[in-house]
């Protein structure tokens, strides 16, 4: 599935605000529990699967080994 960069689903955009703000706030980004329960997601494949589709379209990166460790490209 091939999607333009500079487009993100609700729930995307809504997961890189998220994001934003925990690193803005309190210099780190949240756990994926955390960050379901930030936005209302029951279940944390639900997290990993938003957070995976913003690392394929390159709005996060991984750095390190921790999964908490990352940076925003948009």
Do not use: K, W
């Amino acid at each position: 599935m091939s999607r333009r960069l500079d487009h993100f689903t609700r729930r995307e955009e809504q997961v890189l605000s998220q994001i934003r703000r925990s690193i803005l706030e309190g210099g780190e980004v949240l756990s994926v529990r955390e960050l379901g329960a930030a936005l209302g997601l029951r279940s944390p494949a639900s997290v990993v699967y938003h957070l995976q589709s913003l690392e394929r379209s390159g709005a996060r990166v991984r750095d390190g080994g921790n999964g908490n460790t990352c940076r925003l490209t948009r």
